[in-house]
């Protein structure tokens, strides 16, 4: 059996498992079902919503074959195990590219999808719900449903952004990028605190396709809040496409200690920032490179030793963030936590058609922490209620702690879809949010689960 646990190394899968072959034949039987199941993609949330410990998880890696590509429109439509990186590798050559990437190219399309991803163009183009045509999604019922919004439109909203409970997408078509190539143009801007970046992020946002700051964290006195911004535009002329490097560094084994502490940062942060001053200006970069550069090291997340590691990523209103961001940097230092990689970027007001969509216009501050244990969480709780006072969300697939009260606060909308998820589906994030609010306030359809 192959690892099937989330990607922040703090929860640990216990589930059965099924194929997606199985799962197919069984959902379409309409019978002999586990009491619960869920998706599973690559695994690369953070938390538990791709988990479901008393249940039992599909593998949809096997399905994962390109059905049809219109290299004139751009039009793909392909099986949801397909990973991004085979997606690209196929659609680049000619002159195509997803319209929204995350931080990692290894996530499957259904991953994409359930979890309605955003990247570094989310001012330009929305999220990757936006270019979603369709797709077919089969439910316990033994039914498969064509969902787009002129076609089970209820259904296509909830499912875009929701964490696999409508039920299992067999394939989607998304509408691709035109690009001159995958390679992009990089321009790399220092500045010296969070005043100033706020200062040139809406201009950035509106010269460029990308952008995305990169904070040292860790800097604190005159120099906090001191960082990079990394704007980026594809490149128009070149070879449309020149593979990744399939040669990537590895960490063969989680060690028996935390190996990004305090100290291991400062030197970390220290290298990065001679290393971007020096490259300050217009660069050519790989799209790899630029989109994906933690992908070049192959389980990195193993070094955060065997308690793992946590995320917090939130999005503050544009009114308040430029008092709410260097207050949450601030509790972060002043609790001793190190932040590994701590991101800033700038949502545009694009809405998704995903009810549980993420991304609203403002900013969102990615930090990841070491699993500390209690000290980390008090951290959370306090990061938690400084997003929600501002009027935020937090990003629950980035999550692993997440109460039912913040994801309330978060997503207003979570009854819709809880009135459509297919009963059969289930989560452990949704057994310890939804579930809970509805069994409190009788309002949920499978509040005895």
Excluded at 168 to 189: C, P, S, W, Y
Excluded at 396 to 401: L, V
Excluded at 405 to 428: I, M, N, Y
Aim: charged share 20%; with cysteine.
């Amino acid at each position: 059996m192959g690892d099937y646990s989330a990607f922040g190394l703090v929860r640990h899968n216990k589930a059965r498992v099924m194929s997606a072959a199985e799962a197919i034949e069984r959902l379409g039987a309409g019978n002999g079902l586990p009491s619960s199941v869920l998706p599973y993609g690559n695994g690369r949330s953070y938390g538990d919503t791709c988990l479901n410990d008393a249940g039992t998880l599909i593998d949809m890696r096997p399905m994962n074959r390109i059905i049809a590509f219109d290299a004139d429109s751009g039009v793909v439509t392909a099986q949801a195990g397909l990973m991004l990186s085979d997606l690209i590798a196929h659609v680049a050559p000619q002159g195509w590219f997803p319209p929204v990437v995350p931080g990692t190219q290894f996530i499957t399309l259904g991953g994409a999808i359930a979890n309605d991803v955003h990247g570094k163009n989310h001012h330009r183009r929305g999220t990757f719900g936006c270019h979603v045509v369709s797709f077919t999604l089969l439910r316990s019922d033994g039914r498969t449903r064509r969902c787009s919004l002129d076609e089970n439109a209820e259904l296509f909203r909830a499912t875009i952004g929701g964490m696999g409970l409508t039920g299992l997408i067999v394939t989607a078509t998304v509408q691709l990028m035109k690009v001159g190539a995958a390679d992009v143009d990089e321009r790399v801007r220092g500045f010296s605190g969070l005043g100033e970046y706020f200062d040139l992020a809406e201009q950035a946002d509106a010269e460029n396709e990308y952008a995305v700051a990169w904070i040292d964290q860790l800097a604190g006195g005159a120099r906090a809040g001191r960082g990079f911004l990394l704007t980026a535009n594809h490149a128009t002329d070149g070879e449309p496409f020149k593979p990744a490097s399939r040669r990537r560094l590895s960490v063969p084994f989680r060690p028996p200690v935390n190996l990004l502490n305090r100290w291991s940062l400062r030197l970390f942060n220290g290298a990065f920032a001679w290393q971007k001053g020096r490259a300050e200006g217009i660069r050519r970069a790989s799209y790899a490179s630029y989109f994906f550069p933690l992908d070049a090291v192959r389980h990195w997340n193993r070094l955060y030793g065997p308690r793992g590691l946590l995320q917090h990523q939130s999005v503050v209103p544009f009114a308040s963030a430029r008092q709410t961001i260097p207050a949450m940097m601030a509790a972060a230092r002043d609790a001793g936590q190190a932040s590994f990689l701590t991101v800033l970027k700038r949502f545009g007001d694009t809405a998704s058609p995903g009810l549980l969509s993420f991304p609203r216009p403002g900013y969102t501050l990615t930090l990841d922490f070491s699993n500390a244990g209690a000290a980390t969480n008090a951290l959370f709780e306090r990061l938690d209620r400084m997003t929600v006072d501002a009027g935020g969300a937090v990003n629950p697939y980035k999550d692993a702690r997440m109460g039912a009260a913040l994801f309330d606060a978060s997503f207003g909308r979570w009854r819709d879809v809880e009135a459509l998820r297919d009963p059969v589906f289930l989560s452990d994030f949704w057994r310890r949010t939804a579930l809970q609010l509805g069994s409190s306030q009788n309002g949920g359809r499978h509040a005895a689960e």
